[in-house]
């Protein structure tokens, strides 16, 4: 493998593309967890950047559609177990596991789908987003990608984890194992991630724990022209065991009164 690293930092058109390939197959990824902790591979990156050099425009057609781009969608769906509803899209760089389902969203480039995992109707999974097994993307939600600089994080959602309706996480924000975020939840690397469920707050930022169930939330600042409440994220409690079934994972934000 570091032969095909300084290959591709050289810049060899061969090597992007066997790297692309390896990458599309799930033999490479973008970021992996290294004894506990999140490793990004950035010359993974810079394949994928490099692919967007040499990779030519064509026009592809699927049934009505037309598409005219550089970046073909990705093919072998039915042997590699992955059901894609129409008109779902996921393109060549991004591998979802087996068991996986896309509903009508959208799967980019340099993005990882664990097995398991449902991406709901108009989800996007953003490039080199990593999503992990038997998690819930709930319709239009938004996972931001990222590709530059080559060693940005980028934004992980760890197994197990529920993602309600609408919420939006970018800039490298780990959302970890079995959290619950409630409809709406708008997390960056710089939201505060209040902690209000024990007697003093917690503050986390760019990270939310395992199992947490989160809110949106606002927070007083005062500025020159007054006093107003800036978004913040709220962890109201902790993902209880009788919910850790995903067909009652609606029920980790019922125990709490939260909007799904």
């Known amino acids: 493998m570091s032969e095909l690293r300084q290959r591709v930092e050289a810049g060899e058109p061969a ?15 973008v970021a992996e967890k290294v004894d506990g902790d999140w490793v990004v591979h950035a010359w993974v990156k810079t394949a994928i950047l490099g692919y967007f ?7 592809m057609e699927v049934g009505p559609f037309e598409f005219h781009d550089k970046i073909p969608l990705k093919k072998g769906l039915a042997a590699a177990g992955v059901r894609v509803v129409p008109p779902g899209v996921v393109r060549f760089g991004a591998h979802v ?25 108009w989800a996007t999974v953003g490039s080199c987003a990593q999503v992990g097994r038997n998690v819930h993307l709930s319709g239009g939600v938004g996972l931001g990608g990222v590709l530059e600089p080559a060693a940005a994080r980028p934004v992980i959602i760890e197994d197990g984890a529920f993602v309600g309706s609408r919420c939006i996480v970018v800039e490298g924000v ?9 409809a709406n939840v708008v997390l960056t690397a710089s939201t505060p991630i209040v902690d209000v469920s024990g007697p003093h707050e917690v503050v986390y930022r760019g990270h939310v724990p395992p199992r947490s169930v989160v809110i949106p ?9 007054g006093e107003y ?14 919910t850790d079934q995903k067909v009652s994972l609606n029920a980790a934000l019922r125990d709490y009164g939260v909007a799904v």
């Open 15 to 29: 090597a992007i593309r066997e790297a692309m390939a390896r990458l599309d197959r799930g033999e490479l990824r």
């Open 53 to 59: 050099g040499i990779a030519e425009m064509q026009v």
């Open 97 to 121: 596991e087996r068991g996986a389902i896309v509903m009508p969203g959208y799967v980019n480039i340099g993005a990882r789908v664990g097995a398991g995992s449902m991406v709901d109707t």
């Open 174 to 182: 780990v959302v970890g194992e079995e959290a619950v975020l409630g």
């Open 217 to 225: 939330g606002t927070r007083p600042r005062r500025f020159p022209a």
């Open 229 to 242: 409440g800036v978004p913040c994220a709220l962890i109201i409690g902790q993902r209880k065991a009788s």
